[in-house]
């Protein structure tokens, strides 16, 4: 199992950047697969939303449409950590970003193929 702890989140005007942070301890990181998702609020049991997804070497990497060109997700596995970041921010990206492990080295782009999840960092986008 792999434990997650996502940070920089916040609340920034539309147009803003962020970068979110995954930190990851327990089994091997490099190994693993990884994807940022989010969730509104008032949607709870929608399946969560995918948003970026990388491979095991950060050779792959994959974009929902609404975020392309405007996300960028990379890994550093020396410091067992995951980033996105986030430019040109719109208010429909509000949302709880969630950084979740897939004990795979290739990526995906479903919610349900992850095995082990961080506990999500607000973002609120403002107009």
């Known amino acids: 199992q792999v434990q997650l702890v996502e940070s920089g989140g916040g609340l920034v005007q539309a147009g803003g950047s962020l970068r979110l942070s995954c930190a990851a301890s327990?089994?091997?990181?490099?190994?693993?697969?990884k994807g940022w998702f989010r969730q509104t609020p008032g949607d709870p049991g929608k399946e969560r939303e995918f948003?970026?997804?990388?491979?095991?070497?950060?050779?792959?990497?994959y974009y929902a449409d609404s975020v392309k060109g405007r996300f960028t997700i990379s890994r550093d596995n020396a410091k067992n950590t995951v980033y996105l970041q986030m430019n040109s921010l719109k208010p429909e990206d509000t949302a709880v970003y969630y950084c979740?492990?897939?004990?795979?080295?290739?990526?995906?782009?479903?919610?349900?193929?992850?095995?082990?999840w961080g506990q999500g960092t607000q973002v609120t986008v403002s107009s």
């Open positions: 979740a492990a897939r004990d795979s080295i290739v990526a995906r782009t479903v919610s349900r193929e992850y095995d082990d």
């Open positions: 327990g089994r091997t990181f490099s190994r693993y697969a």
């Open positions: 948003v970026a997804a990388i491979s095991w070497n950060g050779g792959s990497t």
